[in-house]
């Protein structure tokens, strides 16, 4: 088959991002990064070779996100929350998922994706509000637009209901209809924690319907600054009893960030044991969590990513909540949330395990194809920017463009500033 010309173009690669078993490939500066000359034809990578030459641009991969909530994108506007207050942003939630129609998730979730496939995302976990009456509309939008965006944006879904819901009937049907898509059962496990306990019963329900149809769970899970890690610890237990044998995602496991590393350390062992994963979301945890303290100290709890790695827990970053009532901004950039991820957790972008929680682990959680990493014969897909290093990349908002297939796409339609500025004088 005539795949068209070669293409080619030199840039810095982040050495996790190369083919491992390509030993003739040095193993990166002090950055992690390698000078390489890309070569591809058609849709696939035809060279990787080593080259010399300064002031290269940095490439990534096409990025994923493993969690964000397309259904109530963009709902700010309408139902703005300015105390920032969680309660407030339930309250607005539960408001708007009155009302909601298939038309306007239709419209919403198109926008992001577009957005999200223009900045250079090719696969998104998505819940999906699946506990009152925007679950009708909400799924059947979402579902259409899974279809419609195939090829470009792997979406997943996860239904994001009551934990009571999984022990009824209607919980029953719902759970058959995720099965059919390929989605995932998801809730919100605590705080609050009923004194009845009742949280434990429905998770053991919830484990046994998702093992019996073959369903991913996905959890919020200790979105809080109190109870440190009490939801974590029960899906433990309840794990170490009832193992379902699917993929389990713990969701923020934000105030396992409040333990100490003596308590935390082996609480991570077992998730590990069980292979649970953990996505961190630092952009929402840190407009919401530590809201209540009278003095703001940056009291702002979040999964501890490092302890978790150091452990094995396989860790990923989302984006969460994007211009809604749990938090007004973002925009399904990925660049966005690495800039902030770099300061906010620690995460050190010249190292494997720094990249990797955007990359080959969401990769991994979603059971996407390709992995992210470059290869010949592989995707000839790349995330490329202006920076030329790491610190330059943490300087200032860099400029990109994608390649999908072998071919670049259309910039973003950002509102550009100077559109209000033009009649600035
Ligand atoms: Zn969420």
Not at 73 to 80: G, I, M
Not at 106 to 123: I, M, N, T, V
Not at 310 to 323: F, I, K, S
Request: aromatic share 6%; hydrophobic share 40%; glycine share 10%.
């Amino acid at each position: 088959m005539d795949r068209g010309v070669e293409q080619r173009l030199q840039c810095l690669v982040p050495r996790a991002l190369l083919d491992p078993e390509r030993t003739d490939l040095p193993c990166g500066d002090a950055q992690g990064l390698v000078p390489v000359e890309l070569r591809w034809r058609g849709d696939q990578l035809s060279a990787i070779e080593p080259c010399g030459g300064s002031g290269l641009p940095l490439a990534l991969t096409p990025l994923v996100d493993p969690h964000v909530h397309l259904d109530k994108a963009f709902s700010w506007p309408e139902f703005p929350n300015y105390s920032g207050r969680m309660q407030a942003a339930l309250d607005l939630n539960l408001q708007e998922g009155q009302g909601r129609t298939a038309e306007q998730v239709l419209q919403r979730g198109e926008r992001a994706l577009d957005r999200a496939w223009r900045y250079g995302l090719r696969g998104l976990r998505s819940h999906i509000d699946s506990g009152g009456p925007c679950a009708e509309p909400s799924w059947q939008a979402l579902l259409e637009l899974q279809q419609r965006w195939s090829g470009r944006i792997e979406l997943q879904l996860v239904a994001l209901a009551p934990l009571f819901l999984w022990r009824s009937s209607e919980g029953l049907a719902l759970a058959r209809r995720v099965a059919a898509a390929g989605g995932l059962l998801g809730g919100v496990l605590g705080p609050p924690f009923p004194s009845s306990g009742r949280d434990g019963a429905d998770l053991d329900a919830l484990l046994r319907l998702a093992g019996e149809l073959g369903c991913g769970i996905d959890l919020h899970i200790d979105e809080s600054s109190e109870a440190p890690a009490a939801g974590v610890q029960l899906l433990v237990q309840r794990l170490e009893r009832f193992h379902p044998g699917v993929p389990v995602t713990c969701s923020h496991a934000s105030s396992m960030g409040l333990l100490r590393a003596a308590q935390a350390r082996p609480l991570a062992q077992r998730l590990q044991r069980l292979g649970v994963a953990v996505v961190a979301l630092p952009t929402t945890n840190f407009w919401l969590l530590g809201r209540e303290q009278s003095v703001s100290s940056g009291f702002r709890p979040l999964a501890p990513l490092r302890l978790l790695q150091q452990e094995g827990v396989a860790v990923a970053l989302g984006a969460d909540n994007v211009q809604d009532p749990w938090y007004p901004g973002g925009d399904f950039d990925p660049l966005d949330l690495l800039r902030l991820s770099f300061r906010a957790t620690h995460t050190p972008p010249w190292e494997r395990q720094g990249l990797m929680p955007f990359t080959t682990t969401p990769a991994r959680l979603l059971g996407l194809a390709w992995d992210g990493v470059l290869r010949v014969g592989g995707p000839a897909d790349l995330l490329l920017t202006s920076a030329g290093s790491w610190a330059e990349f943490l300087a200032h908002s860099p400029q990109r463009r994608v390649l999908r297939q072998g071919r670049w796409l259309p910039l973003p339609d950002r509102a550009h500033p100077d559109v209000r500025l033009a009649n600035v004088v």
